[in-house]
C-alpha cells in the first residue's frame, strides 16, 4: 500500500458526554479503497491534561533557569544540643524510670571568654536549643542563677567556623 493510497478524514472535535472517561475510542472507522482504521477523537478532558502538563513543565523550565541566580546559604557556626537535669527528683531512681529530664523553656546566656553577653537563648519542651554564634570559645550558664544549691553551668564550648558544635549537657540539681 502506497502513501497515495491512504486517506485520512479529519472530523471536528466533539463535546465528551460521558461522565466516566476524560476521552474515549470513536467506533466510526474511516474507510479507503485499502484500509479501514479506526481514529481517536479528542475530548475536552483530554486537552485540559495536555495544558495542565505544558504549564508543569513551563514552570519546571522557568524555575530551573532561576537556580544558578539564588545565593547559596552562608554557612552557619553556633552550638546546638539539649540540656537535661539530674537528679530531677529527691531520693534513689529507680531502674525503671529516666535518670535525667530535660530542661523545658529555660534562658541560658551565652558569654566571651571577656566575659560579655554573646547571645541567649531558650531551650525548648524537650529541653533542646539552637543558637547561632561566631567562631570562639564561649562559657554558656543559666540565666540569673547566682550560687545556691545546683550547678547549671557554666559549661564551657569551643564554636568552629561553618560548623554547629553539638552538646548535651547535664545540670545538677543538688538533691541527693
Excluded at 7 to 27: M, Y
Amino acid at each position: 500500500m502506497g502513501h497515495k493510497d491512504r486517506q485520512v478524514q479529519f472530523r471536528p472535535r466533539r463535546w465528551n458526554t460521558n461522565a466516566d472517561t476524560d476521552c474515549e475510542a470513536d467506533s466510526d472507522t474511516t474507510t479507503s479503497p485499502n484500509t479501514a482504521s479506526k481514529t481517536l477523537i479528542p475530548r475536552i478532558g483530554e486537552s485540559v491534561k495536555l495544558t495542565r502538563a505544558r504549564v508543569a513543565l513551563l514552570l519546571l523550565a522557568m524555575s530551573s533557569a532561576f537556580l544558578p541566580m539564588q545565593m547559596p546559604a552562608e554557612p552557619q557556626s553556633g552550638i546546638e544540643g539539649v540540656i537535661t537535669i539530674s537528679p530531677w527528683h529527691p531520693g534513689p531512681v529507680r531502674s525503671d524510670e529516666p535518670a535525667s529530664k530535660p530542661i523545658a523553656n529555660a534562658t541560658f546566656v551565652v558569654q566571651t571568654e571577656a566575659n560579655a553577653v554573646a547571645s541567649e537563648f531558650t531551650t525548648d519542651a524537650r529541653g533542646g536549643f539552637r543558637v547561632s554564634l561566631p567562631p570562639g570559645h564561649y562559657k554558656v550558664s543559666l540565666k540569673g542563677k547566682k550560687g545556691g544549691v545546683g550547678k547549671y553551668g557554666p559549661f564551657e564550648v569551643h564554636v568552629a567556623a561553618d560548623k554547629m558544635t553539638t552538646v548535651h549537657w547535664t545540670c545538677d540539681t543538688g538533691m541527693r
